[in-house]
Structure formats: structure tokens, C-alpha cells
């Protein structure tokens, strides 16, 4: 007889029980489900290959995805065939490769109307399945395996929760009996599967993670073939054109003993096997189109379960808009603009506008009533003549009343209290130099060089600039140690390195340091 596990508490197939489980690596159990296809992909949305993934957030338009796998199981059905003699007596032979290779291709479909609910489509197909002529395990015939059609599922979910660290996603999926006993995509019994879907996963910066549950509610019955599977998943983003991930994946299948009555027999009559796969993913992403490599081991008795499993995947997704936003976030004039991005958050207007009326509104920045700058977008300010209007070098004074509009300062004037900008050269008042003609710079030289940056910083057009360091009559050791102090100030401030120069200069005179534009 074949070996098989007797059902046990939900508690203790999530354990160990896989792990350390004594069955016969080389002999499944099963009677009437014989099938090879019980892979059920994540719908190609997710970024991971069985567990539903954190999916990107849109704010119009549709998004759709499509996926084809290719999947090949290596000895994925194998049996101990029971053989009677014309005696009556029964004995069992050594174990078989019912099917030894197998190529599967999966071709999924996902349809997305708004962020919060997709439907699903996915179709596996046997390309090839060759195993021993086996003529019958525990009384079924099984036939030569062969090309075929396997079943049919179609899914719908909902994300009732839907945010960047957290998704909540509950829905079902629909196997239909289409497979074909020849190909072992479909059980003797041909009965349709329904599962009940629970997902969670999210993302922060480069991780992101999901698991998900596929309950089969007649499995606490004990109907054939019905299963219980989970599949998580755990991946990392290298820059952002490779991913990472780890997905193992665990299920349970109820089948029962007689394969005669496929009905309703209770738990006590049905059998329980395990299955426990756990891979590794790397996954190419190229804009729309993602390319995925994939591998790992079986383990346990359920049939279908492979001793190696090798996968190919080509997904291309894409949606009408890439506009990501927070889906906690309020929209409360209903204009179909979120509050965080609307400038008029209480009046209804188009996108185009900010979510401003378009009349009142001609530069789009939520100012309606006082804007200063009607055609040049800005912030709000308490001054009539600032109101409306932008700040070119973002110190919070608006250009109209800012006396240094390009070169960031403090209230209220707006400019910088040491370094000027005059045309290609800065005016440092105090004169920049070091304390007591010594190594290090004082309070306002250290402020002097800080504002330099800052003003360099609002002006893309000041490509590049270079500090001239006099080193005339200095010794080598000075000038070195000046030189560190100075790029010391720099450094700090994370301006990018090629957009300045540190030049030892024998012209000047030791410690005075000049500061040009060159470019």
C-alpha cells in the first residue's frame, strides 16, 4: 500500500510535522488525485511567484499584468504500485516514477479597474509529462502522461487595506474541471476547487515582503484533492533592476481512500498529505517587462510535489497612470484629487489645476483669492505682495520681497549675512582667512564657506567653483593643514564633489583664500 499521513490539527501541519515527516520520499500518497499542476501562481501583479505581493498604488486609469511561467518539475509523481496475485494476495513493488520529467507552462492574466480590486486569470498547460507505464496505483488506471489542459482558475480581490507598509487583499479563486487525466492535471473524480484567499504584505525602501493563505473550505471535510496552502515571501531590491526573494511554500491535500465516492465523507474517512517546497527567486525588471529565474526542492508526500522544481518567467505589467499616492489620504471636495496633492483641498476643481476650480486658478498653485503672482505657481505667505508667488532659492522669502532672490538668507531680507555673489566672484565680508594666522578657520569664515554653498546649491547655473588657497610663504605643512580644514567645511555641507575645487594657489599670500565661479 501506498504510505500516508493520517489528518492531524491545523496547528501541527504548520510545525515541524513537514520537516520531520517519516514518509517515503519516494512514494506519495494519493488514490484518486493523481495530478501533477497544483501550483497556483500569485496573480502577475505580485512581484513574487506564489505569495501575493505589495502592489504599486494608482489614482486613475487601470493597471494590468500579464505573466507566462515556464515550469519544470523534476519526478513530481512517483507511487509503490499494489499488485494482486490470482491468489488474492497482495503485495507492493518497489517505487515508481510515474512521471519523471515534467514541463508546465502557466499563463496568467490580471485586470485591475481601481487599486482596490483585481481580477485574475490563470491557465496551466502541460507540455510534456513522461514517466513508467504504470497500469494501475491502488486500483486506478494511469495512463502514459502526455500534453494537456489543466484547470482553469479565475480569482477576484479586494484590498481593503492598502498602503505601502501594509496590504490587506481577501478574495477567491475558482478552479474549474478542465484538466486532462492524461496529462495528471485533473483527478479521476473531476471535481472543481473554490478557495477562500487571504493575503498580506507591504514594502519599506528596498524590502518587501507578502504571505498568503488559499483555504479550500470542503478540506476540513475531507473532499478529494481540496488543499490548504500557504506561501510567503521575503525579497530585497538591488538598485532597481534586480530583486531578490526567498519563497517557501507549504500545503495540505485531503484525498479520499475510495476513488468510486468523490462525495462528502467527513474527516474521519479522508486522508492528509503534506507538501513543502521552499525557493529561491531573482527577478530582472527591464520598465515594463520583469524576467525571473527560480528554483528549490520538495519535500513530503502530496502528489505533484516535485524532488526539484526549475521556473522561467516573463511578466509584462503596466497601468495607466504611475501617480503613487497614499491611499489612507482624505479627499474631501470628492473632486477625485487627495488632499495631500490638492492645493484647493475644500473646493472641487480638475487635476490639471492642482484640484483648484481651472477659472480661478491660472498658474494651478491652490492661491485663488490675494495671489500676488497669478502666473508663476508659489506658497502661501501672510504678506499681500509675497502671497502666491515662487522662491527660487527656497529660504522661505518670497522672490517679490526677497533683496538676494538667488542667494538663500535668513528673514527678512533673504540674503546671506558673509558671501555675495557678484557675478563670477563671491564678496566675503569679513575677508576669509584663518584665526591668528594659525590652521583653523573662525565662526564667520566657517559660516563664509557654508553660504557659498548654499547660494551654488539654488543655482544650477553655477555649474562649478573653486576655492584658491594662498599659500605664498606658507610651509608645506600649513598649507596642508589649511587645505583639510577647508575641505572639511565642504564635505560637510554634501555638495556634489565635482562641483568644486580646492587650488593651492603661490600667488596669494599665505592663509587668504579667494572664491570664483569658473563655470
Same mark, same amino acid.
Request: proline share 7%.
Given at each position: 500500500?501506498i504510505r500516508s499521513?493520517c489528518?492531524?490539527a491545523?496547528?501541527?501541519?504548520?510545525?515541524a510535522?513537514?520537516?520531520?515527516?517519516t514518509?517515503?520520499?519516494?512514494?506519495q500518497?494519493?488514490?484518486?488525485?493523481?495530478?501533477?499542476?497544483?501550483?497556483?501562481?500569485?496573480?502577475?501583479?505580485?512581484?513574487?511567484l506564489?505569495a501575493?505581493?505589495?502592489?504599486?498604488?494608482?489614482d486613475?486609469?487601470?493597471?494590468f499584468?500579464?505573466?507566462?511561467?515556464g515550469d519544470y518539475?523534476?519526478?513530481?509523481?512517483?507511487?509503490?504500485v499494489?499488485?494482486?496475485?490470482?491468489t488474492?494476495?497482495?503485495?507492493?513493488?518497489?517505487?515508481?516514477?510515474?512521471v519523471?520529467?515534467a514541463?508546465?507552462?502557466?499563463?496568467?492574466?490580471q485586470?485591475s479597474?481601481?487599486? &482596490?480590486?483585481?481580477?485574475?486569470l490563470?491557465v496551466?498547460?502541460a507540455?510534456?509529462?513522461?514517466?513508467?507505464?504504470?497500469?494501475?496505483?491502488?486500483?486506478?488506471?494511469l495512463?502514459? =502522461?502526455?500534453p494537456?489542459?489543466?484547470?482553469i482558475?479565475v480569482?477576484?480581490?479586494?484590498?481593503?487595506?492598502?498602503?505601502?507598509l501594509?496590504?490587506?487583499?481577501?478574495?477567491?479563486?475558482? &478552479?474549474?474541471?478542465?484538466?486532462?487525466?492524461?496529462a495528471?492535471?485533473?483527478s479521476a473524480?473531476?471535481?472543481?476547487?473554490?478557495?477562500?484567499?487571504?493575503?498580506?504584505?507591504?514594502?519599506?525602501?528596498?524590502?518587501?515582503?507578502?504571505?498568503?493563505?488559499?483555504?479550500?473550505?470542503l &478540506?476540513?471535510a =475531507?473532499?478529494?484533492?481540496?488543499r490548504?496552502?500557504?506561501?510567503?515571501?521575503?525579497?530585497?531590491r538591488?538598485g532597481s533592476f534586480?530583486?531578490l526573494?526567498?519563497?517557501?511554500?507549504?500545503?495540505?491535500f485531503?484525498?479520499?481512500?475510495?476513488?468510486?465516492?468523490?462525495?462528502?465523507?467527513?474527516?474521519s474517512?479522508a486522508?492528509m498529505?503534506?507538501?513543502?517546497?521552499?525557493?529561491?527567486?531573482?527577478?530582472?525588471?527591464?520598465?515594463?517587462?520583469?524576467?525571473?529565474?527560480?528554483?528549490?526542492?520538495?519535500l513530503? =508526500?502530496?502528489?505533484?510535489?516535485?524532488?526539484?522544481?526549475?521556473?522561467?518567467?516573463v511578466?509584462?505589467?503596466?497601468?495607466?497612470?504611475?501617480?503613487?499616492?497614499?491611499?489612507?489620504?482624505?479627499?474631501?471636495?470628492?473632486?477625485?484629487?487627495?488632499?495631500?496633492y490638492d492645493?484647493?483641498?475644500t473646493?472641487?476643481?480638475?487635476k490639471?489645476?492642482?484640484?483648484?476650480p481651472?477659472?480661478?486658478?491660472?498658474?494651478?498653485?491652490g492661491?485663488i483669492?490675494?495671489?500676488?503672482?497669478?502666473?508663476?505657481?508659489g506658497?502661501r505667505?501672510?504678506?499681500?505682495?509675497?502671497?502666491?508667488?515662487?522662491?527660487?532659492?527656497n529660504?522661505?522669502?518670497a522672490?517679490?520681497v526677497?533683496?538676494?532672490?538667488v542667494?538663500?538668507?535668513?528673514?527678512?531680507?533673504?540674503?546671506?549675512?558673509?558671501?555675495?555673489?557678484d557675478g563670477?566672484?563671491?564678496?566675503?565680508?569679513?575677508?576669509l582667512t584663518?584665526?591668528?594666522?594659525?590652521?583653523?578657520?573662525g565662526?564667520?569664515?566657517?559660516?563664509?564657506?557654508?553660504?557659498?554653498v548654499?547660494?551654488?546649491?539654488?543655482n544650477?547655473?553655477?555649474g562649478h567653483?573653486?576655492?584658491?588657497?594662498?599659500?605664498?610663504?606658507?610651509?608645506?605643512k600649513?598649507?596642508d593643514?589649511?587645505?583639510?580644514?577647508?575641505?572639511a567645511?565642504l564635505t560637510e555641507?554634501?555638495?556634489?564633489?565635482?562641483r568644486?575645487?580646492?587650488?593651492?594657489d603661490?600667488?596669494? =599670500?599665505?592663509?587668504?583664500?579667494?572664491?570664483?565661479?569658473?563655470?
Open positions: 500500500m499521513a489528518p492531524a491545523l496547528g501541527a501541519f504548520l510545525s510535522g513537514v520537516l520531520t515527516s514518509q517515503d520520499a519516494r512514494a500518497a494519493f488514490d484518486s488525485a493523481a495530478r501533477i499542476d497544483q501550483l497556483q501562481p500569485a496573480s502577475p501583479g505580485s512581484p513574487f506564489r501575493e505581493g505589495p502592489r504599486e498604488h494608482f486613475a486609469g487601470v493597471s499584468a500579464a505573466r507566462v511561467i518539475m523534476f519526478d513530481p509523481l512517483h507511487a509503490r499494489e499488485t494482486t496475485s490470482a488474492g494476495a497482495t503485495s507492493v513493488g518497489a517505487a515508481t516514477s510515474v519523471k520529467h514541463a508546465l507552462v502557466h499563463v496568467g492574466g485586470f479597474p481601481v487599486d &482596490w480590486l483585481n481580477f485574475e490563470n496551466p498547460v507540455v510534456m509529462a513522461k514517466g513508467s507505464a504504470v497500469s494501475a496505483v491502488n486500483g486506478e488506471p495512463s502514459a =502522461g502526455g494537456g489542459l489543466g484547470d482558475r480569482g477576484a480581490h479586494w484590498l481593503p487595506i492598502n498602503g505601502r501594509f496590504d490587506l487583499q481577501i478574495g477567491a479563486r475558482f &478552479w474549474a474541471p478542465t484538466g486532462s487525466e492524461k495528471y492535471l485533473q473524480n473531476r471535481l472543481s476547487r473554490v478557495e477562500a484567499v487571504i493575503a498580506a504584505s507591504g514594502e519599506k525602501d528596498s524590502f518587501l515582503y507578502g504571505c498568503t493563505l488559499g483555504i479550500a473550505p &478540506w476540513f =475531507g473532499r478529494d484533492g481540496d490548504l496552502a500557504a506561501s510567503c515571501a521575503a525579497g530585497i538591488l534586480v530583486q526573494a526567498v519563497e517557501p511554500h507549504v500545503a495540505a485531503t484525498y479520499r481512500a475510495e476513488p468510486s465516492q468523490p462525495t462528502l465523507a467527513g474527516l474517512d486522508r498529505t503534506l507538501a513543502f517546497e521552499p525557493m529561491g527567486s531573482m527577478l530582472f525588471h527591464a520598465g515594463d517587462v520583469h524576467i525571473g529565474l527560480a528554483g528549490g526542492a520538495g513530503g =508526500g502530496a502528489p505533484g510535489t516535485p524532488t526539484a522544481r526549475g521556473m522561467l518567467t511578466t509584462y505589467a503596466a497601468q495607466a497612470s504611475r501617480t503613487r499616492t497614499d491611499p489612507g489620504d482624505a479627499d474631501r471636495d470628492f473632486d477625485g484629487v487627495t488632499d495631500s492645493a484647493c483641498p473646493e472641487a476643481g480638475p490639471t489645476q492642482r484640484g483648484c481651472e477659472k480661478r486658478d491660472q498658474d494651478g498653485d492661491i483669492d490675494g495671489d500676488a503672482c497669478p502666473n508663476d505657481p506658497a505667505y501672510d504678506d499681500p505682495k509675497a502671497n502666491g508667488c515662487p522662491d527660487r532659492d529660504d522661505h522669502v522672490d517679490p526677497d533683496a538676494c532672490p542667494e538663500p538668507g535668513d528673514v527678512p531680507e533673504g540674503c546671506p549675512e558673509f558671501a555675495r555673489l563670477k566672484t563671491f564678496k566675503i565680508d569679513p575677508p584663518f584665526e591668528s594666522n594659525g590652521e583653523r578657520l565662526a564667520a569664515q566657517t559660516m563664509s564657506l557654508i553660504e557659498v548654499r547660494t551654488v546649491r539654488a544650477p547655473s553655477l567653483f573653486a576655492v584658491k588657497l594662498g599659500v605664498k610663504g606658507a610651509t608645506n600649513l598649507s593643514a589649511r587645505a583639510a580644514a577647508v575641505l567645511v555641507q554634501n555638495l556634489e564633489s565635482n568644486y575645487e580646492l587650488v593651492l603661490d600667488h596669494l =599670500g599665505s592663509g587668504v583664500i579667494v572664491i570664483v565661479v569658473t563655470r
